[in-house]
């Protein structure tokens, strides 16, 4: 399969969906079903607890009137008033996934770490189930600053982002934008505005842009008429003929034995036991069909000269296929981005590989830009 295809995953016919399964519904999937008793064996969590940090469940809500679902991960010998981090997953994934993961990390080593679920996903509340927004989503990162600054135990002076692939590009957007963010951190980032309206690598000719904002256009028609919201491709892919051809999963159910091997990493996490989880979108199904309109509207990193005189600190796998993502952005901006360039990783292999994750590093950067 041609790399460009490949990163709208598998197309196959639209289809119209107007909820998420219910937890443990995929039952009969064929693949994932044994990460389905993974995560119950870990209460619904893709990896085990720290034996020295306690997670509390929390919702807050965003200046949008969106309550925020999150966990609170705090350590257990707690003095004083620590530093603490807001902790964003992958674009589609939940707080039980990745960003659990790093909260859970940075917690063991003496922050207070706050892991959430964007707004419309996950347990986070909004009416219209899976639908992505840029705007929304980067208010999302604010409004976990506005939590964990109330909190007695959190120094509201020391207040840091840890992002993780596609919220990544919201956390770099919201820290320009609020200066109360100290420093940010991102691994395998992706820039959702640029990937929807642009495709992998800015392959995307004129006229397939104009396909893209067609089709999702003739898309709010069919929403309108039926009244309900279609699951369909966020990454709009093209057939051989050169024509729209959007699937109603963002990863197939079952792998193909032709899978390319970015289908194949993504499926190796979200599909199996090592990372599947019921509420993940990246898991079940696929994001509201009209989800790229507002991430054409809206273009990140625009702003990112603003986050000056704090620091970014971008962390890719060497063999990722978003690698350039965050190259782009640390050569935009040089004096305030860092990059740090992760030997044998690809993209997914930053999302819970703790033995390439550079947690050392990571932690060194917020210890001293949070001081």
């Known amino acids: 399969m041609e790399r460009r295809k490949a990163l709208g995953l598998i197309a196959a016919t639209a289809a119209s969906f107007t909820a998420l399964p219910s937890f443990g519904a995929e039952a009969g999937r064929a693949a994932g079903a044994t990460g389905q008793g993974k995560a119950t064996a870990k209460g619904g969590y893709t990896f085990a607890l720290d034996k020295n ?3 509390t469940s929390v919702r807050f809500k965003s200046r949008y009137g969106i309550e925020v679902a999150a966990d609170l991960y705090v350590p257990k010998n707690a003095r004083g008033k620590l530093p603490a981090l807001a902790v964003s997953g992958p674009f589609g994934a939940v707080k039980e996934q990745s960003s659990g993961l790093y909260a859970n990390e940075f917690a063991r080593r003496g922050y207070v770490a706050l892991a959430f679920d964007p707004s419309f996903t996950g347990e986070s509340g909004g009416t ?9 989503y980067t208010e999302d990162f604010s409004a976990a600053v506005d939590f964990l600054g109330l909190q007695k135990i959190v120094d509201r ?14 956390a770099l957007t919201a820290a320009a934008a609020d200066s109360r963010i100290k420093a940010v951190a991102t691994a395998s980032m992706y820039d959702m505005s640029r990937s929807m309206s642009r495709g992998h690598e800015d392959y995307y000719t004129r ?18 008429e039926k009244g309900t919201y279609a699951r369909l491709s966020h990454e709009v892919p093209f057939d051989e003929n050169g024509n729209v051809a959007p699937s109603n999963r963002v990863l197939p159910k079952t792998l193909p034995a032709d899978a390319d091997p970015i289908t194949k990493i993504f499926f190796d996490y979200y599909r199996t036991e090592r990372g599947y989880h019921p509420r993940s979108i990246n898991s079940t199904t696929a994001w509201t069909g009209t989800t790229p309109m507002s991430f054409f509207a809206f273009q990140q990193m625009t702003n990112i000269d603003m986050l000056a005189p704090r620091k970014a600190l971008l962390v890719a796998g060497a063999d990722a296929h978003s690698r350039y ?39 060194e950067f917020f210890t001293k830009h949070l001081a």
């Not at 992760?342 to 550079?358: E, Q, T």
């Open 53 to 55: 940090v306690k997670r």
């Open 128 to 136: 219209v189930r899976d639908v992505g927004s840029p705007d929304i």
């Open 157 to 170: 002076e020391r207040i840091g982002v840890q992002a993780v692939c596609g919220l990544s590009g919201m």
């Open 207 to 224: 006229e397939q842009r104009q396909k893209v904002v067609d089709h999702l256009s003739r898309q709010r028609w069919i929403d309108a």
């Open 325 to 363: 993502y965050s190259e782009d952005v640390q050569a935009t901006a040089p004096d305030t981005v860092d990059l740090v360039i992760v030997p044998g990783a690809d993209h997914v292999d930053l999302y819970d590989r703790k033995d390439l994750i550079p947690f050392d590093r990571l932690d």
